[in-house]
């Protein structure tokens, strides 16, 4: 039997195992191949298994009281941020701008007055009043310009934005509080099994890099070496246990007497004197081939042969006590 790399692997060999006219048993490795790739996604994978455990396990763990007083201290905050937006204008906010506005225009108007009176001297714009004139003016424009916001009333954006700043705070302390809610918990088992899923597949694909021996017997051919890409090699195995031994010219006429199980009497050209007993393990269930109008079918026969050194191929004749079933 020719065996080779499951499908949907890929890569190239790296390392071949056995030779030709090895025997092996099942279990041994045949072939290799560079599993680097499938070593890091493995890895990848039960790190996140890992971070999704810790933040499940994070998750369901008791708030602490560090954490609850933090919360109720941002719920308060937005719900007061809120409250001011939906307050605004502000009467003592407008009280206070406009006295400022006031008083920054007297200041502004002394100011103008100070330039005036030296306006034909030379090197006016160098002058002390020159620059207090403009520092007058540019404390004249804020004052104005925080006047007119302190009686605007909040734009609706910033309530909105308010608002979803308190309920999120809500939400975090009423997790806190309360610990997960059901479709959370439901939520994180689903998370916990794909994670868990993504380990196993992981694990399943780099298993596939190694091919091993199915079944005890000798290895007949090789086809690859290191470097090859593992869809152009294989490893051909006869299998040694039990042996199997067929003839493809049992006549139609004696096919009603035989049955799997039947006893039979193998004689093998190399050890022609020694019988090895074997039994009918299989009839095929078409003819194989023909002697002039008589139909010729396969049987196959199950023997041991573990005192000689048996090899595939050898021939043989088989000897079948038969006897009419009923």
């Known amino acids: 039997q020719k065996l080779s790399f499951p499908a949907g692997l890929s890569g ?24 680097d790739d499938l070593q890091t996604a493995l890895a990848k994978a039960e790190a996140s298994l890992a971070l999704t455990q810790a933040q499940i396990a994070n998750e369901a763990a008791p708030a602490l ?23 605004l204008p502000s009467d003592e906010a ?33 002058s002390p009043q020159a620059a207090e004139l403009q520092t007058s003016t540019l404390n004249y424009e804020r004052a104005q310009a925080v006047y007119e916001d302190a009686t605007k009333p909040a734009a609706e ?28 918990e439901s939520v994180n088992k689903a998370r916990l099994k794909e994670a868990e899923i993504q380990v196993e597949e992981a694990k399943a694909n780099l298993a596939k890099a190694i ?3 199915p079944w005890n017997g000798v290895v007949t051919a090789v086809d690859g070496a290191p470097g090859v890409p593992i ?30 199980g039947d ?14 007993p074997a039994v009918i393990q299989r009839i095929e269930l078409e003819s194989t081939a023909k002697d002039g109008d ?15 050194e048996l090899r595939p191929g050898m021939t043989g004749r088989v000897e079948i006590n038969i006897e009419p079933h009923s």
Do not use: C, H, W
């Not at 190239?12 to 599993?35: F, M, P, S, W």
């Not at 330039?115 to 090197?123: K, N, R």
């Open 294 to 308: 008589t139909a010729l079918f396969t049987v196959y026969f199950d023997f041991n042969g573990d005192d000689f």
């Open 94 to 126: 407008i009280t206070q701008a406009a006295a400022d506005l006031r008083l920054r225009e007297v200041e502004l108007r002394q100011a103008q007055e100070a330039y005036d009176a030296v306006a034909y001297a030379e090197g006016l714009a160098m």
């Open 65 to 87: 009281t560090g954490d609850i007083s933090e919360a109720q201290g941002n719920l308060t905050a937005a719900q007061a941020e809120l409250q001011r937006l939906r307050d």
């Open 12 to 35: 190239t060999i790296e390392e071949i195992y056995v030779v030709a006219g090895q025997a092996v048993e099942q279990g041994d490795r045949l072939a290799k191949v560079y599993d």
């Open 157 to 184: 954006a910033e309530i909105a934005a308010a608002q979803s700043k308190v309920v999120q705070a809500q939400n975090a302390l009423e997790k806190l509080l309360t610990g997960l809610r059901p479709e959370a």
């Open 231 to 260: 869809n152009n090699a294989s490893v051909t195995l006869a299998k040694t246990e039990p042996l199997r031994f067929a003839t493809d010219n049992f006549s139609e006429r004696n096919l009603a007497d035989i049955e799997v």
């Open 211 to 213: 091919l091993y021996v």
């Open 263 to 276: 006893e039979a009497t193998i004689y093998l050209k190399s050890y022609a004197n020694t019988p090895f």
